[in-house]
């Protein structure tokens, strides 16, 4: 497979505004891919970041076993990181949020009560593409006041929306400039954090299958009838066998195959999975 990067123009211009920004926030919320939950750190937000209240958030959590939530929100604790696992879906963990939110900033919110000041928390939010931060917005808020979509890149620009006691800034997808490990890069691509138009989707389709039938070969016997111990062709033949993608001629379709195994990962149709 080829090495994968994405780092768009207006990526740079993104960091620099969040920099920008930084001195009219109180805090940041980092919203992280709960299957990925280690692998969508963007490590340059981290140290833009350094000097401010930082939140991570695991957003999808519905998608991933209580376990290994439990295991990753408990691994960033133990690093000293405030950390909350949310699906966006679950009004009961989108509260849950909230109450973290205004756990981070309590201190600050008694010393300005002590002054006499009155005003919202004002919060950034900030994550690489595709991890729901404007969706995780717009369950905060009651409503939909933010542009949302289901593919990399949809917030370009800033934009503040005002609760009763909060004010978010939901800012636009960034990646770190390059990638040292194509590990973390794979898994960033199977979520949909990169553009899927520079992508060959067979090949990352095959990359996700062998990565799977390591830890999750029970799901792919039951999705699509792969037998443990198959080769990348063998799992892409029993997928077209499985789901009747055929071309003229009785030839199987592994376009349409690859398509569909991506597709499913990151609906959640094979199953709920843990990628770190």
Not at 186 to 205: C, Q, V
Request: charged share 30%; aromatic share 8%.
């Amino acid at each position: 497979m080829k090495h994968l990067q994405w780092f768009p123009g207006h990526m740079t211009a993104a960091m620099r505004m969040m920099e920008e920004n930084l001195k009219a926030v109180d805090g940041v919320m980092i919203i992280l891919d709960g299957r990925a939950p280690f692998s969508s750190i963007n490590r340059k937000l981290d140290g833009l970041f350094k000097d401010k209240k930082i939140l991570y958030v695991l957003n999808k959590c519905d998608l991933v076993e209580v376990k290994d939530v439990k295991y990753a929100v408990n691994k960033f604790r133990e690093e000293g990181r405030a950390a909350v696992a949310v699906s966006a879906l679950d009004k009961r963990t989108v509260d849950a949020l909230y109450d973290a939110v205004f756990a981070l900033f309590k201190d600050k919110i008694e010393r300005n009560k002590q002054k006499g000041l009155f005003r919202p928390m004002r919060v950034m939010v900030a994550g690489i593409p595709n991890t729901g931060k404007s969706t995780i917005i717009n369950a905060l808020s009651g409503g939909k006041k933010t542009q949302t979509g289901n593919k990399a890149g949809v917030t370009r620009g800033k934009q503040w929306v005002r609760l009763k006691e909060l004010e978010l800034l939901d800012t636009p997808g960034t990646m770190p400039p390059a990638f040292d490990d194509q590990q973390t890069a794979k898994r960033l691509a199977y979520i949909g954090s990169m553009n899927d138009a520079n992508i060959d989707f067979t090949d990352l389709a095959a990359e996700l299958l062998q990565e799977l039938c390591v830890k999750y070969s029970d799901l792919l016997k039951a999705r699509y009838g792969i037998e443990e111990g198959s080769d990348t062709l063998d799992m892409f033949n029993s997928v077209c066998v499985k789901r009747g993608f055929l071309l003229k001629g009785g030839e199987y379709d592994y376009e349409r195959a690859a398509t569909a195994v991506i597709d499913d990962f990151r609906k959640g149709r094979i199953g709920k999975i843990f990628l770190d």
